[in-house]
């Protein structure tokens, strides 16, 4: 009795086969050879990826697993899922709309109330009613918004702070040029020039990247660190740029896009009528369809068939074959169920409940609403703290530098002091929490200034509205003057 021998084949051994068979068959058929390699390139990208890297062994320190050409390919796959995939768009811009909103609020804080009127005026002018970035296109807040969302898609953005306007980078811009050699006292990773002494980064290479990830040899400029502002979140303290926000559910974005996909050719195929027409002669052919004319079934002048089905199909036997059809009900019961919890998993990396990226309320309580909504505002507010306000300071202390170059007035003490106030959420019920709150200022446990401050509202400001909004109904007799009240009042008590 002969045994059977396995033979083991590694990864390398296995990826050189299949290089090798799409090699023959790009002689053959160039279409299919195109065909696998995109079914192939989203996996290989993810299995070369640190996430899918071996438990055991030495695999290295710092951005080895996360090279410019991983990087390139995984941002690559994360943009065509946000173009073609509804529900990752969906998320995406939810997300974007939670953290950054329409705006982030800058009040300058000199300590001096008319110079911050100065530059809050001065702000409002040139960086929300103007165009403020390189091409005259966008104002602060749209540039804010969009740098936003190309950070959590792409995993990098980049702004270049020129004295002529405000330049976006995004992630693919910024890489190490194409067969550059290391310098001496300092090395390039992923684009980042970081010193070989120190340790700290003192610059960027900004240029027109090619397909693998780096930067044309003849076509990228370097820039020091201060004059470049570097939006991420690395995974790792060793790791000089991001990756997509959504890199950990790609696969999961992959698998239950192919089910729903499938699910959907099935409940349609299943919804369409199918007959069969079986013969037990060769002549034979029942009267109800061709009333006995042709046993064949169809015309004989013009070849079309005699019965037709829409949407459906008439399919004939052979002599005495006959077709057993297998009753499916697609969808499966289970399915939405499924499809809901699978969709929970792909949201979890950033943190999104299951009701915001279906935007599907129903059967949500109060409660559960109310939980789900605190749980992932805690997380958006990280985001401000640790992205965007950073961006905003950045953005407001070159806004001042350019001031005091038009203007020395501006140039004292305290000018960069600022708060940036991001947008805040409302309430899930308005009236039941409006009330917790009115509780919570009668026992003393909170103050207006946080209650304003969870609505993205100044407090001054609001006392100040209310002021202006009170002397205009004055003015307009809409109220009584409390000059005029008072003495109606002991009139009205004397008697």
């Known amino acids: 009795m002969r045994r059977r021998q396995r033979i083991q084949f590694d990864g390398s051994l296995l990826r050189k086969t299949s290089v090798a068979l799409d090699s023959v068959v790009g002689v053959l058929s160039p279409a299919s050879a ?36 991983t990087q390139s390919e995984l941002r690559e796959i994360a943009r065509d899922m ?11 811009k939810t997300e974007r709309d939670g953290v950054v909103g329409q705006s982030a609020k ?39 918004r969009k740098a936003y969302l190309s950070y959590r898609r792409d995993g990098d953005f980049f702004c270049l702070f020129a004295d002529d306007g405000i330049q976006p980078v995004e992630g693919e811009q910024v890489g190490t040029p194409w067969g550059k050699a290391q310098p001496e006292h300092y090395d390039i990773i992923n684009g980042v020039a970081v010193s070989k002494q120190t340790k700290k980064i003192i610059g960027y290479y900004i240029g027109t990247p090619n397909k693998y990830g780096y930067i044309e040899a003849d076509a990228w400029k370097n820039y020091p660190a201060e004059a470049v502002h570097h939006m991420f979140n690395p995974d790792r303290f060793s790791h000089s740029r991001g990756e997509p926000a959504l890199t950990a559910a ?78 499916q009900m697609r969808p499966g019961s289970q399915f939405g169920e499924f499809v809901s919890k699978m969709l929970a998993f792909v949201g979890r990396p950033i943190g999104m409940p299951l009701m915001l990226i279906t935007l599907d309320y129903s059967g949500a309580t109060f409660m559960n609403a109310r939980i789900a909504y605190q749980q992932v505002q805690r997380i958006w507010e990280n985001e401000q703290e640790d992205v965007v306000k950073p961006f905003v300071a950045r953005a407001y202390k070159w806004f001042i530098d350019q001031l005091v170059k038009e203007d020395k007035k501006f140039d004292r003490p305290g000018k960069y002091s600022h708060e940036t106030i991001c947008t805040r959420w409302p309430y899930v019920d308005p009236l039941k929490e409006a009330m917790a709150d009115a509780k919570q200022l009668e026992n003393k446990t909170t103050n207006r200034t946080q209650i304003c ?32 009240a008072k003495p109606n009042m002991e009139k009205n008590s004397s008697q």
């Open 250 to 327: 790609m696969e999961w974005i992959d698998k239950i896009s192919g089910y729903i996909d499938a699910e959907l050719v099935a409940a349609k195929v299943n919804a369409c009528f199918s007959m069969f027409v079986s013969r037990e002669a060769p002549f034979d052919m029942p009267d109800a369809y061709t009333s006995g004319v042709e046993s064949g079934g169809t015309d004989p002048d013009t070849g079309e068939r005699y019965e037709k089905i829409s949407p459906g199909t008439v399919m004939y036997g052979q002599i005495n074959e006959k077709a057993t059809p297998i009753g």
């Open 453 to 484: 401050a969870r609505q993205g509202l100044e407090f001054g400001e609001v006392v100040e509205k209310l002021k202006s909004e009170e002397d205009l109904l004055k003015e307009k007799g809409l109220v009584a003057d409390d000059s005029t």
């Open 34 to 69: 195109l065909k696998r390699a995109q079914y192939r390139f989203a996996y290989d990208v993810l299995s070369k990826h640190r996430t899918h890297t071996k438990r055991s062994g030495t695999w290295g320190f710092g951005d080895q697993q996360l090279d410019e050409h």
């Open 82 to 92: 946000s173009r073609n995939n509804p529900v990752i768009k969906g998320m995406l």
């Open 106 to 144: 800058v009040q300058a804080r000199s300590g001096d109330n008319k110079f911050d009127e100065d530059i809050e005026a001065a702000w409002k002018e040139r960086m929300l009613l103007s165009r403020c970035d390189l091409t005259g296109r966008f104002n602060f807040n749209q540039l804010l």
